[in-house]
Nanobody, 116 residues
Framework: QVQLVESGGGLVQSGRSLGLSCAAS????????MKWYRKALGQEREWVAS????????DYSTSVKDRFSISRDNEENMDYRQMYSLTPEDSAVYYC?????????WGQGTQVTVSS
């Protein structure tokens, strides 16, 4: 079964850090890459970051650039997302996403809440 399973998240104080991870089964992040999205309450889903297949290059949205980091462990087939200097505006449900064989594959999402 092809699926993405997320872990991490939770409640954290403003200015602190938090890590998320996304484990893939049935597909390889090294081949497909992965994107990271978030959806805050009452807002549209927002692209956060991408890690590209093969070379593992990364790209970040302006709102998180220099604060968030995405990386990959090819042997474990997991992606890791580190978030630093969090603010209440970062509170959202965070998702990993892969475009796989012509369809959209999403993780189940994990809640991140940043208190002021």
């Amino acid at each position: 079964q092809v699926q993405l399973v997320e872990s991490g998240g939770g409640l954290v104080q403003s200015g602190r850090s938090l890590g998320l991870s996304c484990a893939a089964s049935g597909l390889s992040f090294w081949i497909y890459g992965m994107k990271w999205y978030r959806k805050a309450l009452g807002q549209e889903r927002e692209w956060v970051a991408s890690i590209f297949p093969a070379n593992g290059g990364t790209d970040y949205s302006t709102s998180v650039k220099d604060r968030f980091s995405i990386s990959r462990d090819n042997e474990e087939n997991m992606d890791y997302r580190q978030m630093y200097s969090l603010t209440p505006e970062d509170s959202a449900v965070y998702y990993c996403y892969v475009r796989y064989s012509g369809r959209d594959l999403w993780g189940q999402g994990t809640q991140v809440t940043v208190s002021s």
